[in-house]
């Protein structure tokens, strides 16, 4: 069973301020969860998905203290964090925002292999290996919304009910800056800075998120 979700370490800390250093050894999940990794790939394609099986992180420790956040990450198959245990699989999660406030909220396509259909807010991503988690939140918001950021946080790490931990950032975009959602979003809106007033589409795990971060 995945260990318990929650909230691991709460910055917010600056780019310099996270430090990545990768184990050369690549992690041995079980039979069970190679299995399970199989049998995910196999489903995403036939629904179509392009998602290719390679490498990403792994979040084998941390120590959040003395200001800074220090990441043990080793490379893992990509397709682990597809099964019930992700096995601290990292991803990056970029919460982007607008000069106003307002949130960038995307709808997932039903090919994408995490989240599909489902309204997500900002960018994310595999973190690929040898790569520090905070140039992955520049790289997804580069990738999926063609924008760069005028200032970059990285606030928590927060495990989820799957066991992947997300490495989640926070985005403020310059004034007047437009975005343009790449193929894996088949729609995008602006919500409203204030969380109660957002649609009936950002569910509970949105909002949580949002809450976590709009405290800071």
Do not use: K
């Amino acid at each position: 069973m995945p260990p318990a979700p929650g909230v691991l370490a709460r910055g917010p800390w600056r780019p310099d301020q996270v430090a990545a250093h990768w184990s050369d050894e690549e992690f041995v999940p079980g039979e069970a969860a190679s299995a399970a990794a199989d049998a995910a790939i196999v489903e995403l394609r036939e629904r179509g998905s392009p998602s290719h099986d390679g490498l990403s992180a792994r979040l084998a420790d941390y120590d959040a203290s003395d200001g800074r956040l220090e990441l043990e990450l080793q490379p893992m198959r990509w397709s682990l964090r597809l099964g019930e245990d992700a096995s601290h699989a990292l991803a990056s999660l970029c919460v982007t925002r607008a000069a106003d406030g307002r949130w960038l909220a995307g709808r997932r396509a039903p090919w994408v292999a995490s989240w599909a259909g489902r309204w997500a807010l900002g960018a994310g991503g595999s973190v690929e290996v040898g790569e520090n988690p905070t140039d992955t939140l520049a790289r997804e918001l580069n990738e999926e919304w063609s924008v760069a950021p005028a200032r970059l946080s990285a606030e928590a790490l927060v495990r989820i009910p799957s066991g992947l931990v997300l490495f989640v950032g926070v985005a403020w975009l310059p004034e007047g800056a437009e975005v343009t959602p790449d193929h894996e979003h088949d729609a995008h809106a602006w919500w409203p800075a204030e969380i109660d007033r957002w649609p009936e589409e950002a569910d509970a795990p949105l909002r949580a998120m949002a809450a976590l971060l709009a405290s800071a």
